[in-house]
C-alpha cells in the first residue's frame, strides 16, 4: 500500500520570504499523481498544485511550485512571496492511477501547519 | 462553483447514540467520500461511493456505515458512537473520469463525543 509522510508538523515564515514544505511517498507503481491541498482555518480545503508522475517538468501554480524528484520519491512544495493567506494547514496526497470501481482513492500526508509571521 | 456542504459544522453527542452526518454536492458527481481528520495522521479514507447506492470500504470503515440513495447525498452514519470517534469529518466529491484530478471537499464537521 502507498504512504505518504509529511515529516515538518509545523512550519513558520516571514511574510513575502520563500519557505517550502516536504513529502516523501512510498510506491511501487509508476504511473500516479501528487497533490498539495490547503486547508485555510475553518475552510474548506482546496487544491493548490498537481503533478504527474509521468512528467518531468515541475508544475507551477503563480507563486507555487513543487520539486519533484522521481526516483527519490520526493515531492516537495515552494511557496514564494509568502501572504499572510497563505497561513493554513497543507496536505501531501498521493492518488493511484488504479481504478477502484470508477474512483480513485487519495492517500493523505499527516499535514504541515504553515504559519506567516508578519 | 463546485459546492459540497455537510449538514452540520459542530455536533456533540453521546456514547451509544446513533449519529447520522450528512454531505451533499451540487455538481453531479459520481464519486463521494467520507475521511476522517485527526492531528498527527492527516486524512484517513473511511468509506467511497462509486454511483447511488454502490460503496466501497476505505481504509477505516469499522464502526461505520454509509448510505447513498441519492446521487447529490451521501451519508455517513456511526452505528453506536463511541469516544473514540471524536474527530472532524470531512466529505469529499469527484467526477469519475481518467482525467478527472480534483476531489472536492466540503467544510468539515467537528463531532465531539462525550
Known amino acids: 500500500a502507498q504512504t505518504v509522510t509529511q515529516s515538518q508538523p509545523e512550519m513558520s515564515v516571514q511574510e513575502a520570504e520563500t519557505v517550502t514544505l516536504s513529502c516523501t511517498y512510498d510506491t511501487s507503481e509508476s504511473d500516479y499523481y501528487l497533490f498539495w491541498y490547503k486547508q485555510p482555518p475553518s475552510r474548506q480545503m482546496i487544491l493548490v498544485i498537481r503533478q504527474e508522475a509521468y512528467k518531468q517538468q515541475n508544475a507551477t501554480e503563480n507563486r507555487f511550485s513543487v520539486n519533484f524528484q522521481k526516483a527519490a520519491k520526493s515531492f516537495s512544495l515552494k511557496i514564494s512571496d509568502s501572504q499572510l493567506g497563505d497561513a493554513a494547514m497543507y496536505f501531501c496526497a498521493y492518488r493511484s492511477e488504479v481504478w477502484i470501481q470508477g474512483a480513485q482513492k487519495l492517500v493523505f500526508g499527516q499535514g504541515t501547519r504553515l504559519t506567516i509571521n508578519p | 462553483d463546485v459546492k459540497v456542504t455537510q449538514s452540520s459544522r459542530y455536533l456533540v453527542k453521546r456514547t451509544g447514540e446513533k449519529v447520522f452526518l450528512e454531505c451533499v454536492q451540487d455538481?453531479?458527481?459520481?464519486?463521494m467520500f467520507w475521511y476522517r481528520q485527526d492531528p498527527g495522521l492527516g486524512l484517513r479514507l473511511i468509506y467511497f461511493?462509486?454511483?447511488?447506492?454502490?460503496?466501497e470500504k476505505g481504509d477505516i470503515p469499522e464502526g461505520y456505515s454509509v448510505s447513498r440513495e441519492k446521487k447529490e447525498r451521501f451519508s455517513l452514519i456511526l452505528e453506536s458512537a463511541s469516544t473514540n470517534q471524536t474527530s472532524m469529518y470531512l466529505c469529499?466529491?469527484?467526477?469519475?473520469?481518467?482525467?478527472?484530478?480534483?476531489?472536492?471537499f466540503g467544510p468539515g464537521t467537528r463531532l465531539t463525543v462525550t
Open positions: 461511493s462509486y454511483d447511488v447506492k454502490m460503496k
Open positions: 455538481m453531479d458527481h459520481e464519486n
Open positions: 469529499a466529491s469527484s467526477v469519475r473520469a481518467v482525467t478527472s484530478y480534483e476531489q472536492y
